[in-house]
């Protein structure tokens, strides 16, 4: 395990979860993406790019559980650099059949591309606020989601957000929409990007959900 290379990718995730929280704090993130969190994430993308042309994915292997967590976490942000975000989500798919990291990283990065790009999600894990609270993005094939869940680890997602759903959606009716984390004029697309969790429910799911991080998918 290159231990260098670990502190660099926790210490991005550092930053970037601090910088969340003093703009979440300030009221900053909105309905909008912030220049300063695009400019993070713009430059976390970078380096996280140099890193892949030297040593390849960061993986178990190279970097060990937190620090391919804190890749897959720049790569799921990176949503200024399109084309890279799904250069990280094809080394992520062969990784994970490999075993170097958990094959819900794919499904969560996976469902994110295929949202902005205005398609079906195939796993369901990107949620937005429906007439009820929250609910799925539109899924590609409904009745296969329920089969391929447990070969991700997404049932113990899924059952937590089950758990919380009655509060996370009280919470969400009061929310502003959640294009917030995300640039209104998404590259994917010339349209504006879908609206995923408003920020504050984001909280909710994250707060609830990192405990399992170690065994299971965190959709930060």
């Not at 290379?5 to 003093?22: G, N, P, T």
């Not at 794919?106 to 295929?114: P, V």
Request: hydrophobic share 35%; charged share 25%.
């Amino acid at each position: 395990m290159d231990e260098s290379l670990v502190k660099a990718l926790l210490d991005m995730e550092a930053r970037d979860q601090a910088l969340r929280a003093e703009l979440t704090a300030s009221g900053g993130i909105d309905v909008r993406y912030h220049p300063r969190l695009e400019e993070l994430h713009r430059a976390h993308a970078s380096r996280l790019r140099q890193m892949i042309a030297v040593f390849g994915w960061p993986g178990f292997t190279l970097v060990g559980e937190k620090g391919a967590q804190a890749a897959w976490r720049i790569a799921l942000h990176s949503i200024s650099e399109p084309a890279f975000m799904r250069q990280c989500r094809d080394l992520i798919d062969i990784a994970s059949h490999a075993g170097d990291v958990p094959r819900w990283q794919f499904a969560i990065i996976d469902d994110r591309i295929r949202v902005y790009e205005g398609k079906p999600q195939r796993y369901g894990t990107q949620l937005r606020n429906g007439p009820d609270g929250l609910e799925p993005h539109p899924l590609e094939n409904e009745s296969r989601v329920n089969s391929i869940k447990p070969s991700c680890k997404l049932d113990m997602i899924w059952s937590t957000l089950s758990f919380k759903a009655e509060k996370i959606s009280r919470a969400s009716r009061i929310c502003r929409p959640r294009c917030a984390i995300f640039s209104v004029t998404c590259p994917y697309s010339s349209r504006s990007p879908p609206p995923l969790v408003s920020p504050p429910c984001a909280m909710v799911i994250r707060s609830k959900l990192r405990l399992m991080c170690s065994s299971g998918p965190s959709a930060t």
